[in-house]
């Protein structure tokens, strides 16, 4: 345990979050624990089981929950950030098929999951996405740079073609809804990569306050 006393930041951390295999159920006999690279952050209070990969360079903070313990696999990856109170979750053989292989849930990279966002498998959100606070994303395909605005929900199976615009607070649970979404504006587009600027320093240097190498699951890869 970190010695509070002898820490000249002030910071202390009792490495307290949970990372394990799912446990063996009738829909998820197998347990596998996950697949994390050692470049990956884990805030305390972070909680992943079950068969997820997390590759590099990814920033996980306190309270994200991942819980591949009932929908499998699911994928996060490079330079991605998933806010504080996060949710990823899964229906049980409910997949997406994405580069031949199929995912409960699939992000790719870059893509910043802000505070308190669900995302809910299946689905599958392409690189460069922005999610915003409280919004939801459920059995839906989010296409490359795109922005969800805070407390909007995607599902109903749609597709958003990349680039598209989802207002604050709208329900888009129809293709025809999904096909006449507008655009990212410029200024969300702006906002949208200084998240991903400052939240891609953010693994090496909360290593450094918290006086440790990023990821000391023992599960890197």
Known sequence: MWNYHNNINGAFNMYSYFVGANPPTSTNPTPIYPKINNTVFLSPFTYIVGDVTIRNNTFVAPFVSIR???GTPFYIGSNCNLQ????????????????????????????????????????????????????????????????????AIVTGGVTLKPGSFVPP????????KADSLSQVPKNEVEFAREVQRVNQEFP??????????????????
Request: with cysteine.
């Open 204 to 221: 090496s240097s909360y290593s450094i306050v918290f006086g440790k190498d990023r990821c000391t699951c023992g599960l890197s890869t």
């Open 169 to 176: 607070g709208a329900h888009v649970d129809s293709q025809k």
């Open 68 to 70: 591949a313990d009932e």
């Open 84 to 151: 504080d109170g996060v949710i990823f979750h899964g229906l049980k053989n409910k997949q997406m098929e994405v580069n031949q292989k199929k995912y409960s849930i699939y992000i790719g990279d870059e893509v910043s999951c802000a505070h308190g966002a669900l995302i809910h498998g299946p689905c599958q959100i392409d690189q460069k996405v922005f999610i915003g606070f409280k919004s939801i994303v459920y059995n839906a395909r989010v296409g490359e740079g795109s922005f969800i605005a805070s407390g």
